[in-house]
């Protein structure tokens, strides 16, 4: 196949960072410029589609650009600046400026009010084609050359080659950045999974699958990993938003233990052993007459309760009148200290993110661009940035997507490339 005709601008990858930056250049570039995405896949926004249980949880209601950025395990720092540019009310803005409106949910979720993630494709497949962004898809790019004057030249998985003057890299937390971005002078941040739940196999938790406790504080043994939140009891262990956000803050630290580590769980987080016992102690001046396992402290969902009470030993009639100090103590230990063996993980299916990617330091926030390659962009995912679930990753996307579109219409305005 013969070379194809040059292009100004080419993305690599039509996931929501790529066309964000495509859209983003080819708006500030109004036909100044060829802007051409490139997509290996038959069909672009696939993990749009997918994305928040196939509603789009498009971005947070979290409007402080230093508060959005806590809540990023690797990125964080970086991003405070980028945000200051362009945070989640800019989202908010720029979809409804382009015809989507978008609703909170009371976690601080955001979606669109259709609840469907095609609302969100058809949003930016349209901004897309209005601003004349071209795309090609089952087109991937298999290596990045520097051209000696300028530019770059891109080997095509369909054959052939497509030369640019500006290069945006936005192919998520696939291996490909290593390939594309090693050739560019580029480290990459050796990629582990984030976002993922723990595989338990313990008796405390049988039976218990779909059991939702509101409030636990989850920690990793012998580290300063520590979240509280909502936990979920599945059939292979434990999930929910606490389990995911120990996940995506220890991605690296439990990488390393192969994901065999000790879990420890306080199911009462407001409490700790003393309170428990002190709580135990007035809940036996109240309810003396009354079967332990009929009543349970602080709220505790009672199939819990009850399997925590037989854990303890304590049999099935014994009153709260008639607990021992022993009992008591080890009913105390299992509500604030219950130790779990986790054994794996698995992926969690609503969303999970990719930790690494391409190295922080060599990237201005300001703009996007390498430090390292000029004419160079990155967006999205490939970038070692994750965030914790609650759109926060698409967050990133869209911001980065913002910050490079701009900056690549601005770096061709200046050069006249
Ligand atoms: C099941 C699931 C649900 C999710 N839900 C949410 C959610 O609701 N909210 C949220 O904030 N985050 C969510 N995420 C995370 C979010 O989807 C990603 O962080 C986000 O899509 C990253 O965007 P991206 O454009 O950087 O990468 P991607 O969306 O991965 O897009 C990259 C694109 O590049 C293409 N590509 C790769 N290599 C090449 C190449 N060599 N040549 C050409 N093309 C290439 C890929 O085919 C892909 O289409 C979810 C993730 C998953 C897996």
Same mark, same amino acid.
């Given at each position: 196949? !013969? ?9 690599? +990858?039509?996931?929501? /960072?790529?066309?964000? +930056? ?16 490139? %997509? ?10 997918? &994305? ?11 409007? $402080?650009?230093? %508060? ?28 409804? /400026? ?11 979720? *955001? ?5 469907? &993630? ?15 962004? $071209?795309?090609?898809? !089952?087109?991937?790019? %298999? ?13 095509? !998985? ?23 971005? !090693? ?16 595989? #338990? ?7 218990? &699958?779909?059991?939702?406790? $509101? ?17 979920? #009891? ?37 409490h700790?052993f003393e309170s428990v016992i002190a709580l135990a102690q007035a809940q036996r001046g109240l309810t003396g007459?009354?079967?332990v396992?009929?009543?349970?402290l ?22 709260w009148a008639?607990l021992t100090k022993?009992q008591t103590q080890?009913l105390a ?16 299916? %609503? ?16 703009? *996007? ?49």
């Open positions: 196949m !013969s070379n194809l005709l040059p292009s100004k601008v080419v993305v690599v +990858g039509g996931g929501a /960072a790529g066309f964000f +930056g495509a859209i983003t250049c080819a708006e500030a570039l109004a036909g100044r410029g060829a802007v051409t995405v490139l %997509e290996r896949g038959a069909n672009v926004l696939q993990k749009v589609k997918i &994305s928040g249980g196939g509603r789009c949880n498009v971005t947070h209601s979290c409007f $402080e650009p230093k %508060e959005l950025a806590k809540r990023y395990p690797r990125g964080g720092p970086a991003l405070i600046g980028a945000f200051h540019r362009f945070q989640a009310t800019d989202t908010v803005k720029w979809f409804e /400026a382009h015809g989507v409106v978008l609703k909170t949910e009371p976690d601080g979720r *955001m979606f669109p009010t259709t609840d469907q &993630s095609q609302t969100i494709i058809n949003c930016l497949t349209n901004a897309a084609r209005a601003s004349g962004v $071209e795309l090609r898809t !089952s087109c991937g790019v %298999e290596r990045v050359e520097r051209r000696s004057e300028g530019g770059f030249r891109l080997r095509l !998985s369909v054959g052939g080659t497509l030369d640019c003057d500006v290069l945006l890299l936005a192919t998520g937390g696939t291996k490909a950045a290593d390939v594309l971005t !090693s050739s560019l002078g580029h480290t990459i941040e050796p990629p582990v999974p984030s976002l993922f739940t723990f595989h #338990i196999a313990d008796k405390r938790l049988e039976g218990l &699958s779909g059991l939702a406790v $509101e409030r636990a504080t989850v920690s990793v043994a012998g580290t300063k990993l520590k979240e509280t939140g909502p936990v979920l #009891i599945t059939h292979w262990g434990l999930s929910g938003p606490g389990i995911l956000r120990l996940s995506a803050w220890g991605a690296r630290e439990l990488a390393a233990f192969a994901y065999t580590f000790s879990l420890r769980v306080n199911w009462l987080p407001d700790n007459a009354r079967q396992s009929n009543v349970a602080a709220g505790l969902p009672s199939r819990l309760w009850e399997r925590l009470v037989t854990t303890a030993g304590i049999a099935p009639q014994t009153q008639g022993a080890t230990r299992l509500l604030v200290e219950s130790e779990f063996a986790v054994t794996g993980k698995s992926m969690n299916k %609503e969303e999970f993110v990719t930790c690494g990617g391409v190295r922080l330091a060599e990237v201005d926030f300001k703009t *996007m661009a390498s430090r390292v390659c000029p004419g160079l962009y990155f967006a999205g995912e490939l970038l070692d940035i994750d965030g914790i679930t609650g759109g926060f990753n698409f967050q990133a996307a869209w911001t980065t997507g913002w910050l490079a579109g701009n900056a690549m219409a601005e770096r061709l305005a200046a050069k006249q490339v």
